[in-house]
């Protein structure tokens, strides 16, 4: 805009230089004569004169700012990509850190669990809506130890689901997502100890459209936090302790004024995963 302003300028005042010097020029060739027309034309053209000197600093101070102007510019175009480029290296840094921490807790599961065995399977296809998340995989009671009610987690720890029908060489899971999903869970920690609360985490309909889940029916002594890890507990027996649900959203009070529930995003996108291992035995600590 500044840019703009200072060409339009420039063109008027440009234009009035051209039109004084054609005067000038005329008051000479008019007043160029012996006698009292000279101090005549003297008089005439001296501010003439003046004003066309001040025009030249003018046009000088004009070109001076707009090469000033472009040097500025250019500056902060430089600017601006070093920004963008120091919020992608910090953004890095970032996603770099929090998957180092998954993978240090998720070895650190392995640890915990020496007994624990996996079978790794495939996916076949998916199935989702606003009440079920489920998918296929290529095993069954034929060729696998594959059973109703079996964990389905990654490699290193992170709850995917859990088998829900066993067929001879293909068997359904649903995930974390779906409406019939619930697990017991610790908040804050992974075992007791570290632990804020115990609590059950479950799909909910609400939610599953945000790739959520909830804990519900949170105690009024629970004081559960932003960003707070989620992991099973093993309470039941269903589940090894220690797998790794999720991360709490956000902490809400219901429309009723009635208790307090939670928003969980899973540890894993579960619309990506490929290759996942069924849990076929385990035993928790302790």
């Not at 949170?218 to 559960?224: A, F, G, K, R």
Request: proline share 2%; aromatic share 8%.
């Amino acid at each position: 805009m500044i840019k703009s302003l200072i060409t339009k300028r420039s063109i008027i005042i440009a234009s009035i230089a051209f039109l004084l010097a054609i005067i000038t020029l005329i008051s000479v060739n008019v007043f160029n004569t012996a006698g009292p027309a000279t101090g005549i034309a003297g008089a005439i053209t001296r501010p003439v004169r003046a004003l066309s000197a001040q025009v030249a600093r003018t046009f000088g101070n004009i070109f001076a700012s707009m090469n000033r102007y472009e040097e500025l510019e250019k500056r902060y175009e430089e600017l601006l990509q070093a920004h963008v480029r120091l919020q992608r290296d910090f953004m890095d840094s970032e996603a770099i850190a929090e998957e180092n921490a998954l993978l240090r807790q998720q070895l650190e599961f392995r640890d915990r669990h020496p007994g624990l065995q996996q079978e790794m399977v495939s996916i076949n296809n998916r199935n989702s809506d606003n009440w079920t998340s489920t998918f296929n995989i290529n095993r069954g009671y034929a060729n696998s130890d594959v059973r109703v009610g079996m964990p389905v987690s990654t490699e290193y720890g992170v709850l995917i689901g859990q088998v829900l029908e066993v067929r001879a060489t293909e068997s359904t899971v649903i995930t974390v997502l779906d409406t019939k999903f619930s697990a017991a869970a610790f908040v804050g920690g992974d075992n007791r100890e570290e632990a804020d609360g115990s609590v059950t985490v479950k799909g909910d309909f609400q939610q599953r459209r945000n790739g959520l889940l909830i804990i519900d029916h949170i105690d009024d002594d629970l004081n559960i936090l932003t960003g707070a890890d989620v992991f099973t507990s093993g309470e039941g027996g269903v589940f090894p302790s220690g797998l790794n649900v999720g991360k709490v959203v956000a902490v809400y009070n219901h429309a009723n004024g009635i208790g307090r529930f939670a928003t969980v995003r899973p540890s894993r996108d579960i619309d990506t995963v490929q290759e996942v291992f069924v849990v076929t035995d385990f035993e928790n600590p302790g």
